[in-house]
């Protein structure tokens, strides 16, 4: 037992002098996430103008737990309080039931001084079986084999037929940058009727986070790019988060090719697993992830209900969305670029 156990619990809100004691308690717990890092903080608040909420439990001197908040209050999405936006993972991570009750008594308290609807936490497992959840997205995680060949074979038959194509096709891969990427990203997410986030963001994502964030980008014979992902590297894992690709991805294999060549580069990194991310349960990337192999993991986002009477739907799955969506796709993309951030910002 530690010799601050016996000491009483206190809960503040982290200041830009607590960055070293914050990052050093999510190096060390092995529940912390990419998304507990520090560096979300300014993000949030620079590029969002969200107001970031960190919370920070003590015994004395010694951190025994932390919380990523932040208040996202937008006219179309009304106010939240969410660990975290634009993040898949969150939620508290303390030491000890005690720490971990004081981090959320603190986050409620918040909640309401802020006249938040909700407090939401994105967590891989349930810390409140009372609180009512959301069931809408599943992650996809398995470890990396040893060496390249092995872990082609491990991929599925039918995929597999789909990256040797992609192979055969005089398909290359590299490393390239944000803005490299973005026209990709934003392309495709039109399609789909969504609005794309900024330039901006990805190019502060990788000045954010220096060499744990990279683009891989795959380009066809003559130099095209069509189709990219960016990364996130976190204690030997892996994680392809936001990703595009162009029309004639399809008929390239290039999808497979990328995810292929980013395992790749994955092993050259030193990476021992594989996050394949979150996606809706029973969509097209859902059963895409399933067909690499990999096998769902419900997540656990969980809601303390402040003056709502129910869980937040604000994702393309809800019904009301759906002419929206449908109208979206035909704007042209001027319009769409100018829009898309204006509306993003309140979906985190």
């Known amino acids: 037992m530690s010799a601050a156990a016996g000491l009483p619990l206190r809960v503040t809100e982290a200041g830009d002098g607590d960055r070293a004691h914050w990052q050093a308690y999510t190096d060390a717990h092995p529940e912390a996430s990419f998304c507990h890092r520090w560096e979300w903080r300014a993000l949030m608040a620079e590029q969002w103008r969200h107001r970031p909420v960190y919370l920070i439990a003590r015994r004395g001197q010694a951190v025994c737990g932390v919380l990523p908040l932040a208040h996202m209050r937008t006219r179309l999405f009304g106010s939240q309080l969410v660990s975290l936006p634009f993040c898949v993972y969150g939620g508290p991570i303390a030491d000890d039931p005690a720490a971990l009750a004081a981090l959320d008594e603190a986050a409620q308290t918040r909640a309401q001084a802020c006249g938040a609807g909700h407090l939401e936490y994105r967590n891989r497992r349930r810390l409140h079986p009372d609180w009512p959840?959301?069931?809408l997205y599943a992650a996809f995680e398995k470890p990396l084999l040893g060496d390249e060949q092995a872990n082609l074979l491990a991929i599925p038959r039918k995929q597999r037929a789909m990256v040797r194509k992609g192979m055969a096709g005089g398909l290359s891969a590299?490393?390239?940058?944000?803005?490299?990427f973005h026209p990709v990203y934003a392309d495709n997410v039109h399609r789909h009727g969504t609005p794309a986030m900024?330039?901006?963001w990805f190019r502060a994502l990788q000045t954010s986070f220096g060499e744990d964030c990279d683009v891989l980008m795959v380009?066809?014979?003559?130099?095209?790019a069509v189709s990219a992902v960016m990364s996130f590297w976190h204690r030997g894992t892996a994680m392809p988060y936001y990703a595009g690709d162009l029309p004639v991805a399809?008929?390239?294999?290039?999808?497979?090719?990328?995810y292929w060549r980013l395992m790749v580069h994955a092993l050259g990194r030193g990476c021992t697993r594989f996050d394949f991310g979150r996606s809706k349960v029973d969509t097209g990337p859902w059963h895409f992830k399933r067909n690499w192999g990999f096998e769902p993991q419900p997540l656990a986002y969980e809601y303390r209900l402040i003056t709502r009477s129910s869980v937040p739907q604000n994702n393309p799955n809800n019904p009301r969305y759906r002419l929206l969506i449908d109208t979206w796709r035909r704007l042209p993309r001027p319009l769409v670029d100018w829009l898309g951030p204006r509306i993003v910002r309140g979906l985190g």
């Not at 590299?174 to 490299?180: G, L, V």
């Not at 399809?250 to 990328?258: C, E, G, Q, T, V």
Request: aromatic fraction near 4%; avoid cysteine; hydrophobic fraction near 35%.
């Open 133 to 135: 959840a959301s069931d």
């Open 174 to 180: 590299a490393i390239e940058d944000a803005d490299s």
């Open 198 to 200: 900024p330039r901006s």
């Open 219 to 224: 380009r066809d014979p003559a130099g095209q």
């Open 250 to 258: 399809r008929a390239l294999a290039a999808n497979d090719f990328k």
